[in-house]
């Protein structure tokens, strides 16, 4: 069974960096697509990143483009930089097939793609 662990977050000044991390087993991730998401109170969750396992590829929301930056070995990690009061939110890792990776971050229904979730790690940017 597919086992996702986030860790990393925490609390940081406008304008820091924080990186998480995501450790994944149970699947084979050459198959998969992982991603980051984000969900704030009263918001719907959004995603924020991707990589494709097998390519290398990344994918970024417009709204994180320039500051966050996907990696994988291991594990998968989001570097996060220039931080903004509005990135506070949980932040979820995911595995979603591949093929849904180049559209999963600007698909109404991405979410929904997803196939396995962790259970987050909260990031609170202070103003």
């Known amino acids: 069974q597919a086992q996702l662990m986030e860790s990393g977050g925490g609390s940081v000044q406008a304008g820091g960096s924080l990186r998480l991390s995501c450790s994944a087993s149970?699947?084979?991730?050459?198959?998969?697509?992982m991603g980051w998401f984000r969900q704030s109170p009263g918001k719907e969750r959004e995603g924020v990143a991707a990589?494709?396992?097998?390519?290398g590829r990344t994918y970024y929301a417009d709204s994180v483009k320039g500051r966050f930056t996907i990696s994988e070995d291991s594990a998968v990690h989001l570097q996060m930089t220039s931080l903004l009061p509005e990135d506070t939110a949980m932040y979820y890792c995911?595995?979603?097939?591949?093929?849904?990776?180049?559209?999963?971050?600007?698909?109404?229904?991405?979410?929904?793609?997803?196939?396995?979730w962790g259970r987050g790690t909260q990031v609170t940017v202070s103003a």
């Open positions: 990589i494709s396992s097998r390519s």
């Open positions: 995911a595995v979603l097939p591949e093929h849904y990776c180049p559209t999963v971050l600007t698909d109404t229904y991405g979410t929904q793609k997803v196939h396995y």
């Open positions: 149970g699947f084979t991730k050459n198959d998969n697509c």
